[in-house]
């Protein structure tokens, strides 16, 4: 039987299942908010199998815990949680979408990003936590134009 996977807003009270799966793949958990406005979740039969976020700072946003479950990878999961975070950015008006990646630049450059000098954020998303401290200064940074 074949089930249908959604992509939903996240709500406050997924936070700790987000927690979870991000847990289970070493991706980091300590920066996340408590307060998921900005989070999307792919939920199979009521479980969530997917996830990702959009914090914001100004005008641009930062794409952030992009996670599907390994048996869910092959189904267009992913392309599905970052079009709903790309979608809240161009509803919010956002100039541009970064991203910080250690394993997955060739992913998102089909996705339309581009590799991005660092020294080029601007200084308000070079303050997030995610940039400051929560990944290391090898992962890549990239950047997509919404508007």
């Given at each position: 039987m074949q089930t249908t996977i959604n992509i939903l807003p996240a709500a406050d009270a997924n936070g700790q299942a987000i927690k979870a799966l991000l847990q289970a793949e070493k991706l980091p958990v300590d920066d996340l908010p408590t307060?998921?406005?900005?989070?999307?979740?792919?939920?199979?039969?009521?479980?969530?199998?997917?996830?990702?976020?959009?914090?914001?700072?100004?005008q641009f946003g930062l794409l952030r815990s992009l996670v599907v479950s390994p048996a869910y990878r092959t189904k267009n999961i992913a392309a599905k949680l970052i079009e709903a975070v790309e979608h809240k950015a161009k509803v919010l008006q956002l100039e541009s979408v970064y991203l910080l990646t250690e394993?997955?630049?060739?992913?998102?450059?089909?996705?339309g990003y581009v590799t991005a000098p660092r020294a080029e954020m601007p200084e308000a998303v070079k303050q997030s936590?995610?940039?400051?401290?929560?990944?290391?200064?090898?992962?890549?940074v990239m950047k997509k134009q919404i508007l």
């Open positions: 307060a998921m406005d900005n989070f999307f979740i792919a939920v199979d039969g009521g479980i969530i199998i997917g996830t990702a976020g959009l914090e914001l700072y100004g394993t997955a630049k060739n992913y998102f450059e089909k996705k936590s995610e940039f400051s401290h929560v990944c290391p200064v090898s992962a890549v």
